[in-house]
């Protein structure tokens, strides 16, 4: 196998593979993919190699460095199990510190690519039947597969959420310590458990005679308003690159969209608007305590931040009309 030896993310890529699938031989070389803020996607196809995966149009996907589980491949393997609509996980594990999992290939473009003069009216029902389709599998199955690589703390999206402001509290400044009193303060029960994406929206669906959902990094087994609440506020925010003058209305127009995203999902799966709101603040509030504990690190190293940092005083601004404290919004 031969990569340009300037590209070091290609050769550390070319070197996992032949360290997990030793005897293997790439067809063409490996293609880097778009998308995946966190992670590093890779297409590629095998020559030579294990006879379920050689021949096959595959995907490599490499974690960062600091991430310390595999629990997104053990979910998304599972759910493709059980009929979910997601590439098939072949293999996964870890490679000198590196997690890894290796996938079909889907082809297609994403739901915003798609047909992007749709969207607005297309999407949020999109959003909204692929969201209950994941909400309705057994999370049993999900949860014993999490278990067996000691990553039960997957199995509760609520107490990880809480556990990350908490992280950032001592950065983010003392106002925030009285939305985290709030969060507290109102902490509903999860009576139902689902499996959640964490992440879902059109960048992450891929379309293709069907829908197929990607990126799984932030999946975990939660509340069903978990997820509602985090597609509500992907839509509203726009965390994206966009110019200055462009946000407010692609924003106004995202609100829209989240409204009808909601009102989408409700018809299918009722639950109350309090519940909603109190995962509509926990999410937001992680959010801005992460970009607000990462304001002297350099964007440009944490695409992530990157994008969600633009939007700190909607954020902020949401969280004062929600909850009724005092942030200082702009």
């Known amino acids: 196998m031969s990569v340009a030896a300037s590209d070091e993310s290609l050769s550390a890529a070319v070197r996992l593979i032949e360290s997990v699938l030793p005897g293997s031989t790439l067809a063409d070389g490996l293609d880097r993919l778009n998308g995946g803020q966190s992670a590093q996607i890779f297409r590629f196809r095998l020559a030579e190699g294990p006879g379920d995966i050689r021949g096959r149009e595959l995907v490599l996907r490499l974690l960062p460095e600091t991430a310390s589980s595999m629990t997104e491949a053990v979910i998304q393997a599972e759910v493709a199990k059980h009929g979910f609509a997601?590439?098939?996980?072949?293999?996964?594990?870890n490679s000198d510190g590196r997690r890894y999992s290796v996938m079909d290939?889907?082809?297609?473009?994403?739901?915003?690519?798609?047909?992007?003069?749709?969207?607005?009216?297309r999407i949020p029902n999109q959003l909204a039947d692929v969201m209950v389709a994941l909400h309705d599998l057994d999370p049993a199955p999900v949860k014993e597969a999490l278990a067996a690589i000691d990553c039960a703390s997957a199995c509760d999206a609520q107490s990880v959420a809480l556990a990350d402001i908490d992280a950032c509290l001592g950065v983010a400044g003392p106002t925030y310590q009285v939305v985290?009193?709030?969060?507290?303060?109102?902490?509903?029960p999860v009576t139902r458990e689902v499996v959640c994406h964490g992440d879902l929206h059109a960048l992450n669906i891929l379309t293709n005679g069907g829908l197929s959902v990607i990126d799984w990094e932030l999946a975990a087994i939660g509340d069903p308003a978990f997820d509602v609440a985090r597609t509500k506020l992907?839509?509203?925010?726009?965390?994206?690159?966009?110019?200055?003058?462009?946000?407010?209305?692609?924003?106004?127009?995202?609100?829209?969209?989240?409204?009808?995203?909601?009102?989408?999902?409700?018809a299918h799966s009722p639950m109350s608007s309090e519940l909603i709101c109190w995962y509509d603040v926990l999410h937001t509030t992680r959010i801005a305590v992460k970009v607000l504990a990462a304001h002297d690190e350099?964007?440009?190293?944490?695409?992530?931040?990157?994008?969600?940092?633009?939007?700190?005083?909607?954020?902020?601004?949401?969280?004062?009309s929600l909850t009724g404290a005092q942030l200082g919004s702009s």
Do not use: C, K
Not at 180 to 188: D, F, G, H, Q, T
């Open 234 to 266: 992907l839509m509203m925010a726009v965390p994206m690159e966009l110019p200055p003058f462009a946000r407010p209305l692609i924003q106004r127009f995202g609100r829209i969209s989240a409204q009808r995203f909601e009102q989408a999902y409700l």
């Open 298 to 320: 350099p964007q440009r190293s944490n695409p992530v931040i990157a994008g969600w940092a633009p939007t700190l005083g909607l954020l902020t601004r949401r969280i004062e």
């Open 180 to 188: 985290r009193e709030w969060l507290s303060a109102n902490r509903p």
């Open 86 to 93: 997601t590439p098939l996980i072949r293999r996964f594990g």
């Open 105 to 121: 290939h889907v082809e297609g473009a994403t739901l915003f690519d798609a047909d992007r003069l749709g969207a607005l009216r």
